[in-house]
């Protein structure tokens, strides 16, 4: 049974593009979470996604960053017109159900640099 | 805000020695979760403690809650090289889905 899934693993844009993240979940699993992570940091929520459906995307910068998760296919995290600042890791996790009292498997995350 | 928050930052042990985290918190919790991260990977999920919970042991390691203390420690017994790694502490809050995680803290297992 496959893990989480992220691609690609590192991602070089420069300012003003766009970065696309794309994450599969675990078979079975509906729920998606994105975080984001600073070198010697800990996790920052972005946004919680079931399928089809944003649930929460109140960790997320209102612009330039936009979440999806079709009915088919990988759930994305799009990032329009990069800039210096968005440097970061980013990673996504899954859970069969939702609830504090499920444990959250992790992809190996999307390592972007803007240049 | 960091809701949890773990110490030391840094820990440097010999392998077979015995390694203690701490993660403390400000608001009322349901359950706390601890994950380790090697270099460069995603973090693995290690122990779930409820907040009605005390202690909790799976393998080589003990976790142990104090809700009047706001406060956690992770134990790992007979370390290992392997064992080399970061490790987070993640709270709920009042949140039924939204992690809130320390800064971790950096654990070096010396051969």
């Known amino acids: 049974n496959a893990g989480v899934m992220q691609n690609p693993r590192h991602l070089v844009r420069r300012r003003g593009q766009e970065a696309r993240l794309r994450c599969s979940p675990m078979k079975g699993h509906s729920h998606v979470y994105w975080y984001r992570q600073l070198p010697e940091e800990g996790l920052k929520f972005m946004v919680y996604l079931q399928k089809e459906n944003i649930i929460d995307e109140s960790g997320m910068p209102k612009e330039r960053f936009s979440a999806e998760f079709p009915k088919e296919g990988p759930s994305i995290l799009r990032i329009q017109q990069v800039v210096r600042g968005d440097s970061a890791a980013y990673f996504c996790a899954s859970s069969p159900q939702v609830g504090s009292n499920q444990p959250q498997h992790f992809g190996d995350g999307t390592r972007l640099s803007i240049l | 805000s960091q809701q949890g928050e773990e110490d030391p930052q840094a820990l440097s042990i010999q392998e077979g020695e015995n390694a203690t985290m701490n993660c403390s918190y400000k608001?009322?919790?349901?359950?706390l979760q601890w994950y380790r991260q090697n270099s460069g990977r995603g973090l693995v999920h290690l122990i779930l403690i409820r907040s009605n919970e005390r202690e909790k042991h799976s393998g080589r390691l003990r976790v142990t809650l104090d809700t009047s203390k706001k406060s956690s420690s992770l134990l790992i017994t007979a370390s290992r090289a392997a064992d080399t790694a970061s490790y987070f502490c993640a709270t709920d809050g009042d949140s039924n889905y939204q992690l809130i995680w320390g800064a971790g803290t950096k654990l070096i297992i010396k051969p």
């Open positions: 608001t009322s919790i349901n359950n």
